[in-house]
């Protein structure tokens, strides 16, 4: 069964801060691996998208890291703001062909203090 | 201007009744979704339709039923609503094909309380 694990669950970090989320991933085998950010009462929005073969990816202060060797793929946030204060959920795609059913993770919620 | 649009966005109904969520996507996609989002945040998919054709069905009580007038627009319709059913629905779309990898676009989802 393909699975994606994400930890912590939550975290708690003083605004300026940096932080690294981590998601662990058993799907193989793999097209894509997406990080999302969802505001609470929000859909969730796109912050990379990664494909097996791509290692970093940025996206102003966020920067996701993938191991595909590994199944591993980090979401590092720098100079965190409180609009940082969010779940964060890792996404991965199958390379099944046809339709593909991605699986998601089940989050990090993100809370930045002042 | 809104890419997926859902309406309500609140939802407050007793058990047993039946109601209905609307969905419309303004990004020209082939591809849209229904997920639930329960209480511990886990986005679960539902549904799946490509060009009003139904793709993706998963377990989902037959009181759940998706219907696509055209492709962009996918509403769900809840029969006989139970407390479980109380959840965030988020609907999303993607474009066609393997540009399908690349991104959807969510809702920004409905909240459906059953008393």
């Known amino acids: 069964k393909n699975q994606v694990e994400q930890s912590p669950q939550s975290l708690i970090i003083l605004e300026g801060k940096n932080c690294t989320l981590q998601?662990?991933?058993?799907?193989?085998?793999?097209?894509?691996l997406r990080w999302y950010k969802q505001d609470t009462g929000r859909g969730p929005v796109s912050l990379t998208i990664?494909?097996?073969?791509?290692n970093t990816k940025s996206n102003g202060r966020y920067t996701a890291t993938l191991d595909a060797d590994t199944k591993q793929s980090s979401l590092h946030i720098t100079a965190s703001q409180l609009s940082d204060s969010a779940s964060y959920i890792c996404?991965?795609?199958?390379?099944?062909?046809?339709?593909?059913?991605?699986?998601f993770g089940t989050g990090t919620k993100l809370q930045v203090i002042p | 201007d809104t890419a997926v649009s859902q309406t309500p966005k609140y939802l407050v109904t007793q058990m047993g009744n039946d109601k209905s969520i609307k969905c419309e996507q303004n990004?020209?996609?082939?591809?849209m979704y229904w997920y639930k989002q329960d209480s511990k945040k886990f986005l679960k998919i539902m549904f799946s339709?490509?060009?009003?054709?139904?793709?993706i069905n998963e377990t989902v009580p037959n009181r759940f039923s998706p219907k696509s007038p055209d492709k962009a627009h996918l509403n769900l319709h809840i029969n006989s609503l139970e407390l479980g059913d109380s959840a965030v629905y988020f609907c999303?779309?993607?474009?066609?094909?393997?540009?399908?990898?690349?991104?959807?676009?969510f809702g920004s989802g409905t909240r459906l309380t059953v008393v």
């Open positions: 990004l020209g996609h082939d591809t």
């Open positions: 999303a779309s993607s474009p066609p094909g393997q540009r399908a990898n690349y991104g959807y676009t």
């Open positions: 998601c662990n991933y058993t799907v193989s085998p793999f097209s894509n």
């Open positions: 339709y490509n060009n009003k054709e139904l793709i």
């Open positions: 990664m494909t097996f073969s791509e």
């Open positions: 996404v991965v795609s199958p390379n099944s062909g046809g339709y593909q059913k991605v699986t």
